[in-house]
Each structure stands twice: as C-alpha cells, then as structure tokens.
C-alpha cells in the first residue's frame, strides 16, 4: 500500500480506508504487508526530529499497522538511511541519492546518499534483507556502522538487528533521561 503521508495529520477518512483496506480478504491474504510514505512513523534525522515532520500519533498508527500484519513501513522525508524496529513494525527509513543528506540523530557519522535493496524471501523467517550502498563510493552500508538506537523526540527506535533486552543500562539510561521511561520501552 502506497499513500501521499506528506502531512503529519492524516484524516479520519483516511485512516478508516487504510484500516478497511488492510482488513480486507485481499490485503489478508498477500504474503505480505508493506506500506509506502512520505512522512516516517519516528524521527530519525537531525532538523527533522519535531512534531509535523513526523506522522502524528505514531504509536497508534504503528499499533494498527500491526494489528493488520504489515512488515514493514517504508518512508523518506528525512533523508537519512535507518533500518529500525518498533514494537513488531520493521521500519525503513530511505537515504537519499540527490542532494541533502541529513545526519541521524546522535550520530557520530557522516550522512550517506544512500540505495536500498530490499530482497524479499518467504520461506526466511526474516522475510527481508536489505542491502544498501553508498551511491559515492558504492560500498555496503553494514549495520554495524549505524547507531544500535535511536532517541528521537516521539521515542525510541533499535535498529533491526538489535532487541530492547540487548541494549545496555547506560544506552537506556541516555534514553530515558531525554524522553522518559515510556517513550523508552518497545510495545
């Protein structure tokens, strides 16, 4: 599913079709669930990280995204290469090949221009691997090289490949001391 998130606010009509449509026999049949925005669900990007540049609400949009079995929620606006996870949402925030790279918040690294491939195997129990690049230097980006979390103003996302229950006290401490305990945990 594709939709125009290019406003933080979306509208009740617009929620109700997103909800009837993922519930739908079709929807619920697809081997999977992917959804398309502009706006991404948490900040991820220094100059980004503020109501209105994100999607309002969006831990009741994450929740009902879940209820309905979508994987993964892809998005821009940001400008920034993030692969995370809320909850069991997979959250892919795209880079940019153009100009305007943004940092990622807390980062101690340069910006990318950045390609995802997202390859998709139904018979994996992680059902997708991403592999992206560099554009400049067409090097793989390893997760390795991307902050294990990150704390943006609506809460907090791990990167995919780290669970809540790994991260150290002094990690959840940063965070909670920036946005409390709540906006800490992983529902």
Known sequence: MAWDGSSHRIPKDKLEWVEKTLASPQAQQAKMRILLSHLPLYAVAVGRNQPGD???NADEM???LERYNVHTYISGHHHSYYPAHRGKLQLLHMGILGSGPRPLIDAKIPPWKALTVVDIKFDSPQLTTYTTYDIRTLKVI????LPRFLAGHNGILLRRDVEHKD????EK???E???GKKMCEQS
Not at 142 to 145: P, R, V
Not at 167 to 170: G, N, P, V, Y
Request: proline share 0%.
């Open 142 to 145: 390893e997760n390795e090289q």
């Open 54 to 56: 994100v999607i309002e």
């Open 167 to 170: 991260l150290t006290a002094e």
């Open 62 to 64: 994450r929740e009902m």
């Open 177 to 179: 001391q920036r946005l």
């Open 173 to 175: 401490s940063f965070c």
